[in-house]
């Protein structure tokens, strides 16, 4: 696995443009995978702090392909049931298995809290709809995401 | 020039409505015409790729296949739709397996899906640039505008853009750094921290307005710098799309490039530059 090659340079770390907020730092998470603890990377917060914005990737003076490393881990953990997935995910993937497209009360993540003082700003701009856009054909969408829910079982 | 298909994607018909409106407008004024792909899909943002690989490919396929029948290209605005749409196309020419059950469950053949372009790439293209010098009737000369490229774009377009558009890109370090748009969905709190930073840094290096190409930035630095504006006293940058400062220099009017929509003001950015 290439995370061997890794010699804790921790110049992901640097970079990293949400590095200040994870309980891990990147070269942190490395460190644990080589030492076969991936519990608790599955179990991180930083996990899902991961924009995959690939700096790190640029940086890394092996290449290891950090980001693609995350999004697997992501998927691993979703799959196991490990740590608390972020419902953010969750949500925006059930919109779009039910209306075909998301909402941009979804994507900004303006549901609750703090945010739901902007609301009425953006209702006011057309920037979030009360009767949104969805895909005609459901029941492509349907077979597509029936697709996905076979491939989650068979492994 | 033949049609193009055009993939919006689900911002550009909400958040980042104004991307959409000036877009199409500029496209009509500059001779690119594009037609929307039928009955599109969401591309599965950033969490097809975060929970499900195979809805990561299939989302997207399935627009390259609803495009099929306009061009053979299809220009999409988001970055992120972008890559979604590109990696899906890569994995479908050697995936022989995915292939076959996408065909199965959009009862379609699949081949010869079109290829995605970036709307930046459309637009910045040298004949592009040169009609866009010819049809000017304006100039962002005096305005200093910082090109955001945001972590998805690892080119100099916007800078050529700027020079094509009679002004010039100010020299900052942070062109490429994450907005933290693709997690703001779950953690506004982490995303308003890396707006601040990156807006002050702009600030810093004199920038009067800052031009993207990306919806998630747009939303980002746009809204959360408004939503920030409580906590600090200093002047807000305003934002544009690319697509809507091509408009404004070619004489088209301010609101029709959805100037009113955004939550920073833009008139103080317009009057410096001299076009209102």
Redo the contacts between chains.
């Keep these: 696995m290439e995370v061997r090659q890794c010699e804790q340079c921790a110049k992901c770390s640097g970079g990293c443009p949400t590095g200040f907020a994870m309980d891990y730092l990147p070269h942190q998470i490395v460190r644990l995978l080589q030492l076969e603890l991936k519990e608790t990377v599955l179990e991180s917060q930083a996990l899902w702090l991961c924009t995959d914005c690939k700096i790190c990737l640029s940086l890394c003076p092996h290449q290891i392909n950090l980001p693609n490393i995350m999004k697997e881990l992501k998927r691993e953990a979703r799959m196991s049931g490990a740590g608390k997935v972020q419902a953010y995910h969750d949500a925006f993937l059930a919109s779009v298995e039910r209306y075909g497209r998301t909402s941009a009360a979804l994507a900004l993540g303006i549901r609750n809290g703090s945010d739901k003082e902007i609301r009425w700003p953006l209702l006011k701009r057309g920037k979030i709809k009360v009767f949104r856009g969805r895909v005609h054909d459901k029941v492509a969408m349907k077979r597509l995401f029936a697709q996905g829910k076979r491939r989650t079982l068979d492994v | 020039m033949s049609e193009l298909a055009y993939y919006p994607g689900?911002?550009n018909?909400?958040?980042?409505?104004e991307y959409d409106e000036s877009l199409r407008l500029v496209a009509d004024k500059l001779d690119i015409p594009l037609r929307e792909v039928p009955?599109?899909?969401?591309c599965?943002?950033?969490?097809?790729?975060?929970?499900?690989?195979?809805?990561a490919y299939?989302?997207p396929a399935?627009n390259l296949v609803q495009a099929h029948t306009i061009s053979k290209e299809v220009v999409v605005p988001c970055p992120i739709c972008y890559e979604n749409l590109l990696e899906s196309k890569q994995e479908l020419a050697h995936n022989e397996a995915l292939a076959a059950?996408l065909a199965?469950?959009?009862?379609t053949e699949v081949r010869d899906v079109p290829e995605p372009l970036s709307a930046l790439q459309i637009f910045t293209a040298e004949t592009v640039l040169e009609k866009i010098r010819l049809y000017a009737r304006k100039s962002l000369s005096g305005l200093k505008v910082a090109a955001y490229y945001g972590?998805r774009q690892k080119t100099e377009s916007l800078d050529q853009l700027l020079l094509a558009l009679g002004g010039e890109g100010l020299n900052w370090p942070y062109r490429?750094?994450?907005c933290?748009?693709?997690?703001?969905?779950?953690?506004?709190k982490?995303a308003k921290?890396?707006v601040g930073r990156i807006v002050d840094m702009a600030r810093e290096c004199g920038a009067e307005a800052i031009v993207t190409a990306c919806p998630?930035c747009h939303?980002n630095l746009d809204?959360r710098q408004?939503?920030l504006r409580r906590d600090q006293n200093t002047p807000l940058i305003p934002v544009f799309y690319f697509t809507q400062l091509i408009g404004l220099t070619l004489g088209i009017d301010p609101s029709a490039l959805g100037l009113n929509?955004h939550?920073v003001s833009t008139e103080r950015a317009l009057t410096s530059a001299g076009i209102k």
């Design positions: 689900c911002l018909h909400t958040a980042s409505r009955d599109w899909n969401c599965g943002g950033n969490s097809a790729s975060s929970l499900d690989i195979g809805l299939t989302l399935r059950s199965e469950a959009l009862d972590c490429n750094e994450c933290g748009g693709r997690i703001s969905g779950g953690n506004d982490i921290t890396m998630l939303a809204l408004f939503q929509k939550f």
